[in-house]
């Protein structure tokens, strides 16, 4: 028999286990409204309601506030996540997050996609045409006119996106607006691009690297009225 809070909401899935440790599994089945309370999701689509504890596998969640848990794998459509952890799980990974609102967690692999980000923190994954507020990003893809506003980037590739404040660790920015921040050293691909993203910024030292045809600069950088598509023709 379902768990009380199961009968509550009066959703009815169409297959489900109650462990021996009472631990409640929904196999199959479509959750519209009421209260999830703890369990394990492996499959189903999730229309709305709230989602306070539990481990999720597959389906697709289409709307309503996740407060904590585990997502492993699937397709966030839509809704509101207030903390947990994304994609940790070894085989499955993370899935996808799309149309919705990351308020903070552990974020570990998948695609983050025309989403708002608040907070947490960013182990891997693809950040696609999407907000960053505030956290720390470790590596992955930040790319396709998505925008960072604050927070601490420790490394991975920065493409066709705006970065307005923050600190820079390290890294490889391919292209994209640089407006103000802490630049700490990495790497810069294609120096014809600087005119782009870099006026009025100066390059303090500067190493010259080629790789496959690559060009990359490393060093720091302050803030100067030089523009630097002239500086690098005239050094």
Same mark, same amino acid.
């Given at each position: 028999?379902?768990?009380?809070?199961?009968?509550?909401?009066?959703?009815?899935?169409?297959?489900?286990?109650?462990?021996?440790?009472?631990?409640?599994?929904?196999?199959?089945?479509?959750?519209?409204?009421?209260?999830?309370?703890?369990?394990?999701?492996?499959?189903?689509?999730?229309?709305?309601?709230?989602?306070?504890?539990?481990?999720?596998?597959?389906?697709?969640w289409n709307g309503g506030i996740w407060e904590n848990g585990y997502f492993n794998f699937g397709h966030w459509k839509n809704g509101l996540w207030k903390?947990?952890?994304?994609?940790?799980?070894?085989?499955?990974?993370?899935?996808?997050?799309?149309?919705?609102?990351?308020?903070?967690?552990?974020?570990?692999?998948?695609? =983050?996609? $025309?989403?708002? @980000? +608040?907070? !947490? &923190?960013?182990?891997? %994954? #693809?950040?696609?045409?999407?907000? /960053? *507020?505030?956290?720390?990003?470790?590596?992955?893809?930040?790319?396709?006119?998505?925008?960072?506003?604050?927070?601490?980037?420790?490394?991975?590739?920065?493409?066709?996106?705006? =970065?307005? $404040?923050?600190? @820079? +660790?390290? !890294? &490889?920015?391919?292209? %994209? #607006?640089?407006?103000?921040?802490? /630049? *700490?050293?990495?790497?810069?691909?294609?120096?014809?691009?600087?005119?782009?993203?870099?006026?009025?910024?100066?390059?303090?030292?500067?190493?010259?690297?080629s790789n496959d045809k690559r060009k990359y600069f490393e060093g720091k950088f302050v803030k100067s009225p030089l523009n630097p598509k002239e500086y690098f023709k005239n050094n």
């Amino acid at each position: 028999m379902y768990p009380d809070w199961v009968l509550k909401s009066g959703n009815i899935p169409k297959d489900f286990e109650v462990l021996n440790n009472g631990i409640f599994v929904w196999k199959e089945g479509v959750w519209n409204k009421g209260v999830w309370e703890y369990g394990l999701w492996l499959k189903g689509e999730w229309v709305n309601g709230y989602w306070k504890n539990g481990i999720w596998y597959f389906g697709d969640w289409n709307g309503g506030i996740w407060e904590n848990g585990y997502f492993n794998f699937g397709h966030w459509k839509n809704g509101l996540w207030k903390n947990g952890f994304w994609g940790v799980h070894e085989v499955y990974g993370g899935g996808t997050f799309e149309n919705g609102t990351w308020l903070d967690g552990l974020w570990s692999s998948g695609k =983050f996609y $025309n989403s708002v @980000w +608040k907070d !947490g &923190i960013w182990l891997d %994954g #693809i950040f696609k045409k999407s907000l /960053w *507020e505030n956290g720390k990003w470790y590596r992955g893809s930040f790319c396709e006119n998505s925008q960072w506003n604050n927070g601490i980037w420790y490394r991975g590739t920065f493409e066709d996106s705006v =970065f307005k $404040n923050g600190t @820079w +660790k390290n !890294g &490889i920015w391919i292209s %994209g #607006i640089w407006e103000n921040g802490n /630049w *700490e050293i990495g790497y810069i691909l294609d120096d014809n691009k600087i005119g782009n993203y870099r006026e009025n910024w100066e390059w303090k030292t500067i190493t010259y690297y080629s790789n496959d045809k690559r060009k990359y600069f490393e060093g720091k950088f302050v803030k100067s009225p030089l523009n630097p598509k002239e500086y690098f023709k005239n050094n």
